[in-house]
C-alpha cells in the first residue's frame, strides 16, 4: 500500500493583458498518482472561466480537472482564467503554467519489508525495506499496545497471536527539484508459543439505542480480529465491527458480539464473545424531558419560574425574551416596558444512555407576556418584502415578530390576499401602494391588535431592463452561508457579491465562510446588457460553541489485576491532554493507559478530557468527564481450577465423557455416573444398563481447591423414536394439514392447536381461518408405549392465511461497481426493501459482506461478481433470498462496454414511424438491428417503419460496436426497446379528457380544462366531496381540509374520456405539499445544479441520467458527452406525524453542451419527418398556433437556420446544411420544444 503526493513543481508565469488587469492571479494546485494529475485552479479573486491544456494535446474546461498521461514524460501543463472587467467591459487573462514528469509510479521500487527471528527471550525485528531516499523514518506497531520507531527493534512477547506491523516514510528527490514523499506498509502474523494458543483475542462491545427499536452496535477487538458476527437475539445477524439494527419490536434481547482470528500455530481460527442483555421501550430516550416554566408579573417585572422536568446530567438553557434581551439563568427576572412579547425558554439536556453512550436533548416553549400599560399592541410589528417577476406578477412574502391569528395583503389595485406568501398579477403598468396587515387576539384588552407594513410597486412598461431583477436566498450552516441566486434575467448576466466583510465574489451562486461572528450586510449586484439591479440583505454569524462536540470515552479489557483502557473520545480539538483517575490513587495523562489496581475491588475509573480548539475568535478550551466502574476479580488460587466435561453418545448405552477442565497439571477426578458406578480416570467411559436419566457428576481436586460440574444425560429413553412432523397447503381462508409423524408404540393420538382458539384431534385436518393473518399452529403427538411409557412430542409452525406471502416477489437488489488502479474494485449494494442483508460471492473463490466492499483481484480478468440479499420475513419466520450477478472487467473492458448505450426515439403519428437513433458511446465501427415487433426488422441506423395497422408493438434497437484497446479489439453490445403506439382510426380517439389544477388558497381550486375534442363536447365534474358541475373550467371551494379525487369526464355523442387526480386541501397531514423542484445553470461544460425544496429537506439525492449521481442541495457535474439527459433530484424529509419519510421527485432534460437544454417533442402538437432529413425537413402542427419560429442549432451551440412559419405544414430547408446531428428548436406561444434531429 502506497500513497504518492507531489510537493512542489516548476512553475512558468505570464500575464497576457495589461492595465487594468493585473490586479487578478492565478496558481496550479496539483497532485498525482501513476499516470493520473488532479489540478485545481487558486485563482484571485475567484475567475468566472477556467481552460486547462495538459501539453498532449488535450483540453478540459472548469476549476478542477482529472488527466490521464498516455505514457511516461515531461508535461507542460497550463491554466488560462479569465473574469469580467467592469471598467473596460473586456475580459482579462491570466496564464501559468508547471511541468510535471510522468515516469511512471515516483515510489516504484519503495517497499516496506521484515522478517522476524524468535528467541527464548523474545523476538528480534530485521528491518528488509527496500528502495529508501534521502530521509527515512520507521514505525513499529507489535500488536499487544506497544510501539517503537528503532530501525531494527527487539521485542519480548506473552504467549499468544500478534498482528506486527512496519510503516516506512521516505523522501526521494525527483528532477526539476520535485520532493516525493512515499508511504509504505508491511505486517507480519506473529505466533509466540506457551499457553493457550488462543489467548489474548478479545472482544468488547458497546451499543447506542436509537428511535424507532434501532440500536447502533459497535465492536472493539484486541488484537485485530479476521471477521465477526453479531446475533441480535431475535434470530438475525451481522458481519461488521459497527452496525445498526432495526428490532421487530419492543422487547428484551441478548446481543452477543463474536470475533475470530486464524491461528498460525493451531491451524485453526481462534473465537470469542461479548454479550449484553438489551432491553426496548416504545419510548424516545427523550421522552419525560419537557421544558416548561410560569411566569409571575410585578411591579418590577417578570419572575420566570424555571419548570423542566426529565434534565440529564447537563443542562443548558436559553431564555430570549421577545424584547432583544437573552439569559442562561434558569429562572431569570426580567423588566420590559408596556407592550405584548413573546418569551421562549429552549432547554438543552444530556442523558446517559444504558449500555453506555449518551443523547442530547432539545425542547423548546414559548409564551406571550403581556406587561400592562401603554399600548397594550406596542411589540407587534410585520414586515414584507417582494420580488417582481415577469408579466407583471409580483411575489410578496409577510412576516411578523409574532405569532399571528391571520393576514391581510391589500395590493393597491382594489384586490386583497389571505395568506403569508402571496402571488399576484397586475393588471397593467403602473405605481400600486402594496399593504401587509396581521392580527393577534389580545388576552389583556380582549380585541385584536393590528399591524401593518406597506411598500411601493412600481411596474414598468417595455423598458428592457424590468426583467432584471437582482433576488438571492442565503442558507447557512453555521460561519458558511450558501447564497441562492434567484435572479431574474436574460442570458449572459454576471453578478458581483460583497459580503459584508470586505470580500467579493464573481460567481452565479456563491458559499462564503465567515471568519468571526457579527452582522454582515451582503448585497448582490446584478449586470445584464446596459442594465443594472442590485438587493442587499443582513447575514448574522453567531459563534459556534466547539465544546458540544466534545464526547469523552473509554472500553477496557479485563486481565487478572491489570487494566488496558481503550480510549474512543470523540470531538476533540487540535491539541488534547488526557487525565485518567483510576479510583486507587493512581492517575495517567497517557491516552490509552495501562494501570496494576492493587487488589479485589470495584473502582470508579474517571477520564477528564482538555481540548483546545481554533475558532475565528481565537483558542477555545473545552473540558468533559466521563467514569465507568471496573471490577477486579478475587486472587484466589482456586480460581483456576474448574470442572468440565463434554458427554457424547456412542450408541448401545455408551457414553464417553470428555474432560475438559481446567487445572494446573496435578488435579485428580471422580466421576459419579448416576446409576451408582463411579471412576477416578481422567476421562469417563461408561455403559448404562437400563434405559433412563442419569445426573452425571465431575469432582476435581487439586492441593486445597475442589470444583464440580453435573450433566442430565438420556440413555436408551424409549420416546427419543416419537417425532412430530406435520406440513400443510393454504387455499385462500382454508388449511389444509398433511401429518407426517410416524406413530411408536401401542397407540398414538394428535392433538392440533389452530392459532385462532380453536383445536382439533383428527389426524390430517382441515380448518378454515375467519380472517387473513398469521397463526402458529402446534400438532402434539401423544403415544403409549410397552412398559407403561408415555410419550409426547411437539412441532409448531408459522402458518400464513390469505392476504399475504411468504416473500415480498418484489425483492430485489442492485449491485455497483467502480473498477480502479491494480486491480481493486469498489462494489455497493442496494435493496429496495429496509433491513435488507448482503452477502458477496466475488468469482474468484473469494466471499465479503455487507452493502460496501473493496476487493482485489489476484490478476486481470472478467469474472462474474454475484449479490445475495435477504431480510428476515416475520411471518414466516424465516429468511427471503434474491440475487444479482453481472460480469466485472478489472483490465477496463468493462468500462469501455459501459459507455455503450442503445438508445432511440420516434414520432407517434400514422402507421409509418421514422425512429430517430440516440444511441451513445460507440466505438470505431457500430451494427445497427432492429425488431419492430411486427416481424419487421432493419440494419439502418435510423429507419423509417410502416406498421401493418393500429395496436401496440415492442420495438428493440440492438447495438454491436467495435473498440480498439492497447490490447487488442473489443466487442460491446447494448439494447433498448421501447413501446410504439399505433392510433386506430376510432372516431372516439379525438376525445382526450384533460385538465390543470390550481390551488387558489383558502381552500379554493380552479381546475383548468385542457381537453381535446370536437366542437359541441360536453364535461361533468366530479370533485370529491359530494358536489359537481357541468361548467367546462370549474372552480371549488372545499368545505374542509382533506385529500379529494376530483374526476372529469369528457362526452361527444357516443364517446366518452375521463380522468381524475387527487388534490390536497389544507393541512391534510401525511406527506401533502411537500414539492421540489431545481433550476440548472451552465458553466462551460459543467452545469450547476440547484434543488428548491417546499419546506426544509433531510436529504437530496441527484441522478444525472448517466449512471452518476449526487448529494446535497447543489451540486455540480460535468458531463463527458452531448446529451440529453435525464437528470432527477429526489428530496425527503422525516415526518413526525407519520413517522415516515415524505419524498417528491422531479426531473427535466439538459444538454450539456447546448446550454438551453432540450425538451422532447410534444407528440401531440408536433411531428416532424423524414428523419434522417435529406435536403428539407418538413413539420407539421395545429392550424391555430401562428407566428412560430424554427432555428436549427449545431452541437457547439452556434445556429444555422432560422425560419418564421406562416403556415402548416412547414418545409425547412436544409440544402446549405452539412450532414450532422443537430438540435431542432421550436418557438410559439412563450413555450419552446427542442428535439435531436439527424440530417444526411
Known amino acids: 500500500m502506497r500513497t504518492a503526493i507531489l510537493l512542489s513543481a516548476v512553475s512558468l508565469i505570464s500575464t497576457i493583458t495589461a492595465q487594468p488587469c493585473d490586479d487578478q492571479t492565478a496558481n496550479i494546485g496539483l497532485t498525482y498518482s501513476g499516470n493520473t494529475i488532479f489540478v485545481q485552479a487558486l485563482t484571485d479573486p475567484p475567475a468566472i472561466g477556467h481552460k486547462w491544456t495538459f501539453g498532449d494535446g488535450t483540453e478540459q474546461f472548469g476549476p478542477e480537472a482529472v488527466h490521464t498521461y498516455p505514457g511516461p514524460g515531461t508535461y507542460t501543463v497550463c491554466l488560462a482564467a479569465w473574469w469580467w472587467n467592469n471598467t473596460t467591459q473586456d475580459t482579462c487573462w491570466v496564464e501559468v503554467c508547471e511541468q510535471v514528469n510522468i515516469g511512471g509510479d515516483p515510489c516504484e521500487g519503495f517497499a516496506a519489508a521484515f522478517t522476524t527471528t524468535t528467541t527464548p527471550n523474545g523476538t528480534f525485528f530485521s528491518n528488509a525495506t527496500m528502495g529508501s531516499g534521502s530521509q527515512t523514518t520507521y514505525s513499529w506497531s507489535f500488536g499487544d499496545g506497544t510501539f517503537s520507531t528503532e530501525m531494527q527493534p527487539f521485542h519480548t512477547y506473552a504467549p499468544g497471536t500478534y498482528q506486527a506491523c512496519l510503516e516506512v516514510v521516505t523522501i526521494r528527490q525527483l528532477p526539476q527539484g520535485v520532493v516525493q514523499t512515499c508511504v509504505d506498509t508491511a505486517c507480519q502474523t506473529i505466533v509466540v508459543g506457551g499457553g493457550d494458543p488462543c489467548l489474548g483475542l478479545q472482544v468488547a462491545m458497546t451499543y447506542d439505542i436509537g428511535p424507532g427499536n434501532t440500536v447502533l452496535f459497535i465492536g472493539t477487538t484486541s488484537p485485530n480480529a479476521d471477521g465477526f458476527v453479531w446475533y441480535f437475539g431475535d434470530g438475525a445477524e451481522g458481519y461488521d465491527m459497527t452496525v445498526q439494527h432495526t428490532y421487530p419490536g419492543p422487547g428484551t434481547y441478548e446481543v452477543c458480539f463474536a470475533a475470530y482470528r486464524w491461528n498460525e500455530q493451531t491451524q485453526d481460527s481462534c473465537w470469542t464473545e461479548a454479550c449484553e442483555t438489551i432491553t426496548l421501550g416504545n419510548t424516545d430516550p427523550c421522552d419525560g424531558f419537557e421544558a416548561a416554566f410560569t411566569t409571575t408579573t410585578t411591579p418590577n417585572g417578570v419572575q420566570f419560574l424555571n419548570g423542566t422536568v426529565g434534565i440529564g446530567f447537563q443542562t443548558n438553557y436559553a431564555w430570549t425574551f421577545g424584547d432583544g434581551a437573552t439569559s442562561n439563568e434558569p429562572s431569570p427576572f426580567h423588566t420590559y416596558t408596556p407592550g405584548t412579547y413573546q418569551a421562549c425558554l429552549q432547554v438543552l ?730 433550476e440548472a445553470q451552465y458553466q462551460d461544460v459543467a452545469i450547476l445544479f440547484i434543488a428548491h425544496p417546499s419546506m426544509p429537506a433531510n436529504g437530496i439525492l441527484w441522478t444525472f441520467g448517466d449512471g452518476t449521481s449526487g448529494f446535497g442541495t447543489t451540486a455540480v457535474h460535468t458531463f463527458q458527452t452531448g446529451g440529453p439527459y435525464e437528470v432527477c433530484v429526489q428530496a425527503w424529509y422525516w415526518n413526525e406525524a407519520e413517522q415516515d419519510s415524505c419524498w417528491s421527485t422531479s426531473c427535466q432534460w439538459v444538454e450539456p453542451f447546448f446550454p438551453t437544454g432540450i425538451t422532447p417533442y410534444s407528440t401531440d402538437a408536433f411531428r416532424t419527418y423524414p428523419v434522417p432529413a435529406h435536403g428539407a425537413l418538413t413539420m407539421d402542427g395545429p392550424s391555430d398556433l401562428k407566428g412560430a419560429v424554427v432555428r436549427l442549432f449545431g452541437m457547439d451551440g452556434r445556429q444555422r437556420v432560422q425560419e418564421r412559419v406562416d403556415a402548416w405544414p412547414f418545409v425547412l430547408d436544409l440544402t446549405d446544411v452539412a450532414p450532422a446531428v443537430y438540435i431542432l428548436e421550436l418557438s410559439a406561444d412563450g413555450a419552446r420544444y427542442r428535439s435531436r434531429i439527424v440530417v444526411e
Open 349 to 1078: 439536556t444530556i442523558l446517559e444512555q444504558s449500555g453506555g453512550g449518551v443523547h442530547t436533548c432539545v425542547d423548546t416553549m414559548c409564551m406571550t407576556i403581556v406587561v400592562p400599560g401603554g399600548d397594550p399592541c406596542l411589540g407587534f410589528e410585520a414586515t414584507m418584502g417582494f420580488n417582481i417577476g415577469a408579466g407583471n406578477t409580483v411575489f410578496f412574502s409577510g412576516t411578523t415578530n409574532l405569532p399571528a391569528d391571520g393576514y391581510v395583503w391589500y395590493f393597491g389595485d382594489g384586490t386583497q390576499g389571505y395568506a403569508m406568501t402571496e402571488q399576484h398579477t397586475y393588471p397593467g403598468p403602473g405605481t400600486y401602494e402594496a399593504c401587509f396587515s396581521a392580527y393577534r387576539w389580545n388576552e389583556l384588552t380582549q380585541d385584536s391588535c393590528w399591524t401593518e407594513a406597506c411598500a411601493t410597486i412600481i411596474i414598468n412598461g417595455g423598458d428592457p431592463c424590468d426583467q432584471l431583477q437582482a433576488c438571492f436566498v442565503p442558507t447557512q450552516g453555521g460561519p458558511t452561508v450558501f447564497f441562492n441566486n434567484c435572479t431574474s434575467s436574460g442570458s449572459n448576466a454576471q453578478f458581483v457579491w460583497e459580503f459584508g466583510d470586505g470580500t467579493t465574489s464573481g460567481e452565479i451562486a456563491p458559499t462564503h465562510t465567515y471568519q468571526a461572528p457579527g452582522i454582515y450586510t451582503v448585497c448582490l449586484t446584478a449586470y445584464w446588457q446596459n442594465c443594472v439591479d442590485s438587493t442587499c440583505t443582513t447575514i448574522t454569524v453567531v459563534q459556534e460553541d466547539p465544546c458540544l462536540d466534545l464526547a469523552p470515552g473509554f472500553q477496557w479489557m479485563s486481565g487478572p489485576d491489570e487494566i488496558t483502557f481503550l480510549n474512543n473520545t470523540t470531538g476533540t480539538g487540535f491539541q488534547t491532554d488526557w487525565y485518567w483517575d483510576f479510583g486507587d490513587g493512581g492517575t495517567s495523562n497517557d491516552a490509552q493507559p495501562t494501570h496494576l489496581f492493587p487488589g479485589v475491588g470495584t473502582y470508579t475509573v474517571c477520564l477528564t478530557v482538555i481540548s483546545i480548539y481554533q475558532t475565528s475568535a481565537g483558542p477555545v478550551t473545552c473540558s468533559s468527564e466521563t467514569c465507568g466502574q471496573v471490577v477486579i476479580q478475587g486472587g484466589d488460587p482456586c480460581d483456576a481450577l474448574e470442572a468440565c466435561f463434554v458427554p457424547n453418545d456412542l450408541g448401545n448405552s455408551l457414553f464417553f465423557f470428555d474432560n475438559c477442565s481446567s487445572q494446573n497439571g496435578n488435579a485428580q477426578f471422580f466421576w459419579d455416573f448416576g446409576d451408582g458406578s463411579t471412576s477416578t480416570n481422567m476421562h469417563g467411559e461408561h455403559v448404562y444398563p437400563l434405559p433412563g436419566s442419569y445426573d452425571v457428576c465431575l469432582i476435581v481436586q487439586e492441593g486445597n481447591c475442589t470444583d464440580s460440574t453435573c450433566v442430565v444425560i438420556d440413555v436408551g429413553t424409549p420416546c427419543n423414536s416419537l417425532l412430530t412432523v406435520f406440513d400443510w397447503t393454504v387455499s385462500g381462508a382454508v388449511a389444509q394439514f398433511t401429518n407426517l409423524t410416524v406413530p411408536v408404540g401401542l397407540s398414538t393420538t394428535w392433538s392440533w392447536t389452530f392459532g385462532d382458539g380453536t383445536t382439533s384431534t383428527q389426524t390430517d385436518p382441515v380448518h378454515q381461518y375467519n380472517s387473513p393473518g398469521t397463526y402458529q399452529v402446534c400438532l402434539t403427538s401423544t403415544s403409549i408405549l410397552e412398559g407403561g411409557f408415555t410419550c409426547t412430542d411437539t412441532q409448531c409452525s408459522t402458518v400464513l392465511v390469505g392476504g399475504g406471502q411468504a416473500c415480498d416477489p418484489n425483492f430485489a437488489v442492485e449491485l455497483a461497481w467502480n473498477v480502479g488502479a491494480n486491480n481493486v474494485v469498489f462494489l455497493n449494494g442496494t435493496s429496495n426493501l429496509p433491513n435488507t442483508y448482503f452477502v458477496w460471492e466475488l468469482g474468484d473463490g473469494s466471499e465479503a459482506y455487507g452493502p460496501s466492499v473493496t476487493h482485489t483481484y489476484a490478476q486481470a480478468g472478467s469474472y462474474i461478481v454475484c449479490l445475495s440479499g435477504w431480510y428476515y420475513n416475520e411471518a414466516t419466520g424465516d429468511s427471503c433470498w434474491t440475487e444479482e450477478c453481472a460480469y466485472i472487467f478489472t483490465d477496463g473492458i468493462g468500462e469501455i462496454c459501459q459507455e455503450l448505450g442503445a438508445g432511440f426515439q420516434w414520432m407517434n403519428g400514422s402507421n409509418e414511424i421514422a425512429f430517430v437513433n440516440s444511441t451513445t458511446g460507440t466505438g470505431f465501427q457500430t451494427n445497427w438491428s432492429w425488431d419492430f415487433g411486427d416481424g419487421g426488422t432493419s440494419d439502418e441506423a435510423q429507419p423509417t417503419h410502416l406498421f401493418p395497422g393500429p395496436g401496440n408493438y415492442t420495438v428493440c434497437l440492438l447495438v454491436v460496436s467495435y473498440y480498439e484497446t492497447p490490447n487488442g479489439p473489443v466487442t460491446c453490445t447494448s439494447e433498448a426497446c421501447g413501446q410504439v403506439v399505433i392510433q386506430g382510426t376510432d372516431p372516439c380517439d379525438t376525445l382526450d379528457a384533460c385538465f390543470v389544477s390550481n390551488d387558489l388558497g383558502n381552500n379554493a381550486y380552479f381546475f383548468d380544462n385542457c381537453s381535446a375534442g370536437p366542437l359541441g363536447t360536453q364535461y361533468l365534474w366530479d370533485f370529491g366531496d359530494g358536489s359537481t358541475s357541468t361548467v367546462q373550467h370549474a372552480e371549488h371551494v372545499y368545505s374542509a381540509p382533506g385529500t379529494y379525487t376530483v374526476c372529469l369526464t369528457a362526452s361527444w355523442e357516443n364517446c366518452t374520456d375521463s380522468t381524475c387526480t387527487m388534490v390536497t386541501v389544507g393541512n391534510a397531514g401525511g406527506c401533502a405539499g411537500f414539492e421540489v423542484w431545481f
